[in-house]
């Protein structure tokens, strides 16, 4: 009984002293496994008279039962430590933004292309698409730039070799312009025409101001009665709208453009603001738009008589919009997919402009 009785003192100073749950196993299959000493013990009792089995089988299992009960305390207040020690270092910030976070951009050519259609949208304009490689007749011809032209010299047209557009009218181009989209819409559809044609226009020209490709916006309204001071409210209309000021003063000058009769370039009144020119005020003006009548033999080409149908026209680029309204510099950025820039530049993808959220992000 001493021998058990020190058994029993060892294995529960085991039990104690273990200081994690692999130790604790190891106790317990010294002990209570198949070689273990405790099972050692069990066994001896079939050899053992009925008499000698009376004492030790009490002994022997109550020996076990505790034991039992030792490794299961233990275990229980190891594992609550373990855990406690695993939720320490596993700790979890739930203020933290979702990882990894929205990391796309919308490009600023999109969101004022967006911002564009938003406001011509509530002026009842929809928005008319066309191809970019076009044929002579569309992008030149039917714009009363006929063949020989010098404003066909000042497109720096890019030529399209092996096969233009199907049906083609003449030789195939990079479209220098979206007036062909406008070309189309009036052919395709009988008037009123309300649209804005936005989109990619290719030119070979390339310095710190122009690249070979760059976007333009134009607008067209053809309706009976047209005159000059419906294309005057309009544009005040857009331009007050795009950069959010109400105090726009625009200015009309006499220019030419094929296409049109009258021709008329539109500036819009400026001040200086921390060394820059911003919308708004009167210090100096800033050339923004290009627009006009729709030149009658335009109409004609289309199939439109003018006495009964008249319609105004008008002309931008997007990218130096966006330029003027988010304070970019250099054109040549918007191109170079500099991702530092793209972040600094971008739009998140929920900035949807609204008239009523405000167009400006
Ligand atoms: C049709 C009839 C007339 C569109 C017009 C301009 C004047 C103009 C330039 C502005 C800067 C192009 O991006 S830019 O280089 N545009 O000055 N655009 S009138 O006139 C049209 C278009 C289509 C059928």
């Known amino acids: 009984m001493t021998e058990t009785e020190t058994l029993r003192t060892d294995l529960l100073a085991a039990i104690d002293g273990a200081a994690d749950l692999t130790a604790l196993e190891a106790v317990r299959v010294a002990a209570l496994g198949k070689a273990g000493q405790v099972t050692a013990l069990l066994k001896t009792l079939g050899g053992m008279t009925a008499e000698q089995r009376q004492v030790a089988g009490p002994a022997f299992n109550g020996l076990r039962e505790e034991l039992s009960a030792a490794l299961a305390a233990r275990k229980a207040v190891l594992e609550a430590a373990a855990l406690e020690a695993r939720l320490a270092t ?40 066309g191809p970019e490689i076009e044929d002579d007749w569309h992008n030149f011809t039917a714009l009363n730039i006929p063949e020989e032209h010098p404003a066909r010299a000042m497109h720096d047209t890019f030529y399209v070799t092996g096969g233009g557009p199907a049906g083609a009218n003449g030789r195939a181009v990079l479209r220098t312009h979206t007036s062909p989209v406008q070309i189309r819409t009036m052919m395709g559809q009988a008037p009123p025409i309300r649209i804005i044609a936005p989109g990619r226009v290719y030119r070979s020209d390339s310095d710190a101001t122009h690249t070979p490709m760059f976007h333009q916006i134009e607008g ?86 003018p006495e009964e ?48 959220g405000g167009v400006g992000a």
């Open 220 to 305: 067209l309204v053809i309706d009976r009665g047209i005159t000059l001071a419906h294309l005057r409210w309009t544009l005040e209309t857009f331009i007050k709208a795009f950069f959010e000021v109400d105090d726009v003063t625009l200015r009309f000058r006499p220019s030419y453009f094929p296409f049109t009769e009258p021709g008329v370039e539109v500036d819009v009144g400026c001040s200086w603001q921390g060394g820059r020119l911003s919308i708004g005020g009167s210090e100096s003006w800033m050339e923004i738009l290009g627009s006009g009548m729709v030149h009658p033999k335009v109409l004609r080409n289309c199939g439109l008589d």
């Open 90 to 129: 596993e700790r979890l910030d739930m203020s933290l933004p979702v990882l990894p976070g929205p990391r796309g951009t919308v490009h600023p050519i999109s969101q004022v292309m967006d911002e564009l259609a938003e406001i011509f949208a509530d002026l009842g304009f929809a928005v008319a698409e």
């Open 309 to 356: 149908w008249q319609g105004f026209a008008f002309g931008t680029g997007v990218d130096r919009l966006a330029m003027l309204k988010y304070g970019m510099t250099d054109l040549r950025a918007f191109f170079d997919g500099d991702l530092r820039w793209l972040r600094h530049y971008g739009f998140g993808a929920l900035d949807v402009p609204t008239l009523s």
